[in-house]
């Protein structure tokens, strides 16, 4: 078969042939089908699929691998390398430009940010 396009009268036609129905009445056979099951689904017990005490064996076998890593100098999760930062909107350097619209100047830089930036040389208004 070559990659031309074929129309949709075409296209039905080969699935009537194929399935006994058109696309349409295909179409409106899925969405029966799956109110169907949905309704179904809505009346039938259900269960967990993991069993409570296989959660709590695998919390366990987690802490105590944690246990034993840290017991030989390894640390699970180190501490982040992280400052507290000064967002433009509570910088004493921020001002509003009356030529921009919703856009503020840094006065330590010169440059247009909005209020959620933040940069490495921000200071807190309050202070």
């Not at 034993?68 to 430009?97: M, N, S, T, Y």
């Not at 919703?102 to 202070?127: I, P, Q, S, T």
């Amino acid at each position: 078969m070559n990659n031309d396009l074929i129309s949709k009268n075409h296209f039905d036609k080969r699935v009537r042939e194929a399935v006994g129905m058109t696309i349409s009445e295909l179409t409106a056979d899925f969405k029966d089908g799956v109110r169907t099951t949905l309704e179904l689904l809505k009346t039938e017990p259900t269960v967990d699929a993991v069993p409570v005490k296989s959660i709590e064996q695998l919390k366990w076998e987690r802490d105590t691998a944690i246990e034993q890593l840290e017991k030989h100098g390894i640390p699970f999760c180190g501490k982040a390398d992280v400052v507290q930062v000064v967002r433009c909107g509570e910088c004493k350097w921020w001002f509003k430009d009356e030529n921009y619209d919703g856009l503020y100047r840094c006065a330590n830089d010169g440059l247009l940010r909005k209020g959620d930036h933040y940069c490495a040389d921000g200071e807190r208004k309050d202070e």
